[in-house]
Every structure is written in structure tokens, then in C-alpha cells.
């Protein structure tokens, strides 16, 4: 792999993080996070579908005509969120239940959007891959961080398992917070990351 598709990988941990620094998919961010199961399931999710997409786009992108581009691109993102609903309904049912209405709404995430048209319409498909993949992963990242934020402390488990009483903190008097897995505080924490992401890299400062 060149330097160049390995870098479209890699900047959207940090320097161009969908979430911390675009300011995309921030809806579901709130929604999925309560658990860290749902969260990890709806990372993975959104990862293949705008990695797959990215592909097929780059391939299909000299014979989508200019007018319909949007529509294409939201039929072939449709096939790819129908499949991964089904996928999930069929293996991780309990998840999926959880997940609700959110699996469908991939379908208008802005990030699988945004990378489709400011990347996947203009590059070849390996860059387009590769880029589908990194913004997958960085989104993938904030989610599993929030996730596991508020489930450790809001529920005192992890993946369902009672952390909190098996390392004996309620019997120091540690009581669950609430707060943790109410909406707002997955805003609270992604503005608590975005401000310790820009003050560790100076040239977020200056944007």
C-alpha cells in the first residue's frame, strides 16, 4: 500500500476525525453510545457500509451522469444499510433491537454521504477504499470511546459485565451516574474530546 492510501487511513484518527474535528454523525454518537455492545456493533456497521460505498461509487463514477449522482449514490448506500440490517437481524438480533430505527438511518449519516461525494465521485477505487475505511474508523473510534465511557460509569458494567461490583467499588459507596447515559452527556464528552484533541494539536487551533 503507498504512502498516500495509507494516509487516508490514518488522518481521520486525529488531524481529520469525521466527529472531533468535521463535526459529522454526531446524531448517532448520542443515540448508541449508552452500551458499549450497540456502539461497537453501529462502528462496524457504518464502517463497511461507507467503505463498500466509497468503492462501488469510484467505480461506478464515470458513468453516473452529473443530475442523478445523489440518487445513485443514495441507492447503492440503501442496498449496502439493507444488507447490514439484515446481517444483524440474523446474528446480534438483541443488538439490532437496540440499535432500532438508527441501522436505517445510515443511510443519511453525513459522513457516508460527504465521503462519497467529496472523494469516491473524483478518485480511483483503492484511494476511495482506503479513504471509506480510515473516516469508518476514526467515527468508529468516538463511538467506542463514548460507549465505553457510559457504560463503565453510567450502568458499572462492560459489554453487560458488572465491572463496578467485581472490582468492589459499591462497597466504598460508589453509586452509578445517571447523567452517563442520558443524551446529553455523550454531547458533554465529544466537546471534552474535541477540546483535548485541539489542545494537544496546534493546527486544529488555527481552524
Given at each position: 500500500?503507498?504512502?498516500k492510501?495509507?494516509?487516508l487511513?490514518?488522518?481521520p ?16 454518537c ?5 452500551q458499549?455492545?450497540?456502539a ?11 467503505a463498500?460505498a466509497n ?10 451522469p ?12 440503501s442496498m449496502?444499510v ?7 437481524k440474523?446474528?446480534v ?13 445510515i443511510?443519511t449519516?453525513?459522513?457516508v454521504?460527504g465521503r ?5 465521485m473524483?478518485?480511483?477505487p ?11 474508523l ?9 460507549g ?5 460509569f453510567?450502568?458499572g458494567?462492560l459489554w453487560?459485565y458488572?465491572?463496578?461490583e467485581?472490582?468492589g467499588?459499591?462497597?466504598f459507596?460508589?453509586e ?5 447515559i442520558?443524551?446529553?452527556m ?5 466537546g ?6 485541539r489542545?494537544r ?7
Amino acid at each position: 500500500m503507498s504512502t498516500k492510501n495509507f494516509d487516508l487511513i490514518k488522518m481521520p484518527f486525529n488531524k481529520n476525525n469525521p466527529v472531533t474535528v468535521q463535526v459529522l454523525g454526531i446524531c448517532s454518537c448520542l443515540a448508541v453510545t449508552a452500551q458499549l455492545k450497540p456502539a461497537v456493533v453501529m462502528a462496524i456497521s457504518v464502517t463497511v457500509v461507507v467503505a463498500l460505498a466509497n468503492l462501488i461509487i469510484s467505480l461506478l463514477r464515470n458513468t453516473i451522469p452529473p443530475r442523478i449522482r445523489i440518487i445513485v449514490q443514495l441507492v447503492v448506500v440503501s442496498m449496502l444499510v439493507v444488507l447490514v440490517d439484515q446481517v444483524l437481524k440474523a446474528y446480534v438480533y438483541d443488538v439490532s433491537k437496540q440499535l432500532s430505527v438508527f441501522v436505517g438511518l445510515i443511510i443519511t449519516n453525513c459522513i457516508v454521504m460527504g465521503r462519497l461525494e467529496a472523494f469516491a465521485m473524483s478518485n480511483p477505487p483503492l484511494p476511495s477504499l482506503c479513504d471509506g475505511i480510515g473516516n469508518g474508523l476514526g467515527y468508529s473510534i468516538i463511538l467506542v470511546i463514548l460507549g465505553f465511557l457510559r457504560e463503565l460509569f453510567g450502568s458499572g458494567t462492560l459489554w453487560g459485565y458488572p465491572v463496578m461490583e467485581s472490582l468492589g467499588f459499591y462497597n466504598f459507596g460508589y453509586e452509578n451516574n445517571g447523567l452517563m447515559i442520558m443524551p446529553p452527556m455523550a454531547l458533554i464528552l465529544v466537546g471534552i474530546i474535541i477540546w483535548i484533541q485541539r489542545t494537544r494539536n496546534k493546527d486544529l487551533q488555527e481552524n
